[in-house]
């Protein structure tokens, strides 16, 4: 079955960074786009960053644009966040995904909390 598995978040200070992972599973990652989202406290999910499956194409929203960089290794199963100048609007639980067969699947999520 499809797992998802997310880890690398944690408290940062404004301006700090970190590197998101997200270990796949149980289905063939190298053919599947993989997009990260996000959900603060009180808000919807919201999409932060996809990419194509041989990683040639990325989108990001316009909020995350110049700061976060999303990548992919499709020997290891993994795609990675790489957040740079984070800011405390960047608060949430962020997820990756991946959408098969019509079904979103998600992992459990990654709290970031950027605070001084």
């Known amino acids: 079955q499809v797992q998802l598995v997310e880890s690398g978040g944690g408290l940062v200070q404004p301006g700090g960074s970190l590197r998101l992972s997200c270990a796949a599973s149980?289905?063939?990652?190298?053919?599947?786009?993989m997009s990260w989202y996000r959900q603060a406290p009180g808000k919807e999910r919201e999409s932060v960053a996809d990419?194509?499956?041989?990683?040639?194409?990325?989108n990001y929203a316009d909020s995350v644009k110049g700061r976060f960089t999303i990548s992919r290794d499709n020997v290891k199963n993994t795609v990675y966040l790489q957040m740079n100048s984070l800011k405390p609007e960047d608060t949430a639980i962020y997820y990756c995904?991946?959408?098969?067969?019509?079904?979103?699947?998600w992992g459990q999520g990654t709290q970031v909390t950027v605070s001084s």
């Open positions: 995904s991946v959408r098969r067969n019509t079904i979103n699947y």
């Open positions: 149980g289905f063939s990652f190298r053919l599947y786009v």
């Open positions: 990419i194509s499956p041989g990683g040639g194409s990325r």
